[in-house]
């Protein structure tokens, strides 16, 4: 058991520029799910896959993200024309289907200048 | 939707004290309850979880019990250690989804 593991770990990029996140969740673990945590707060929802299914956005989730999970397996998130506020530790987190655990990712730490 | 609300931190002890840290919720129906923690440059980490009323959670000589009649889930531990020194998050989830809302963490410091 690896883990969910996100790569790359830190991302730094100037304004204007898209950056794109890779999650590896644990094997088998059919729910994926991206929050975004900035610094002194909790983490925030952004999205969920069921499987290679889309089944909910955030609000927060402007029209310059998007994500995918092509295969069921790992997904991708990508942020275009990235602006200073997009600044934060983008989350990964996998479970089961019949399990209520999360497990979390480490965290691709994005800093946009 | 789900709401959540930690006491503020930072929370200063000194080992082998008495730790609460209070957690109430707000929800549609019955969450599931958890409290993930956060140790220094680490990544998120659940502790324990309650998923139904009275159930209790445990993990590490930490406990939280689910009541249903005040909406908490209060973490607590009877003798903290410096190695208990994180940032700790209380997160219902529920729903199809069971995504997490968490509060905005309260920082747990032990000093020895």
């Known amino acids: 058991d690896t883990g969910v593991s996100q790569n790359p770990r830190h991302k730094i990029t100037k304004r204007g520029q898209n950056v794109t996140f890779r999650c590896d969740p644990i094997s088998e673990h059919n729910r994926l799910y991206w929050y975004r945590q900035t610094l002194g707060q909790g983490p925030e929802f952004l999205t969920y896959f069921q499987n290679e299914a889309q089944l909910e956005k955030s609000r927060l989730l402007s029209d310059r993200f998007s994500a995918e999970r092509p295969k069921g397996s790992f997904s991708t998130l990508e942020i275009q024309r990235t602006e200073q506020g997009d600044s934060a530790m983008y989350l990964c987190a996998s479970s089961f289907s019949e399990s209520y655990e999360q497990y979390f990712g480490p965290g691709t730490r994005l800093t946009v200048t | 939707g789900n709401s959540v609300t930690q006491m503020e931190g930072p929370v200063t002890l000194s080992e082998e004290a008495f730790l609460t840290i209070n957690c109430t919720y707000t929800a549609t129906g019955y969450p599931s309850l958890f409290w993930y923690v956060q140790y220094p440059g680490e990544g998120l980490q659940l502790l324990l979880k309650a998923t139904k009323a009275d159930d209790k959670g445990s993990n590490k000589g930490f406990e939280a019990t689910y009541r249903k009649e005040t909406t908490s889930f209060h973490l607590e531990k009877g003798s903290v250690q410096v190695s208990d020194s994180a940032v700790y998050f209380c997160?219902?989830?529920?729903?199809?989804?069971?995504?997490?809302?968490f509060g905005t963490g309260t920082l747990l410091a032990v000093q020895p």
């Open positions: 997160a219902p989830g529920g729903g199809a989804t069971n995504k997490l809302i």
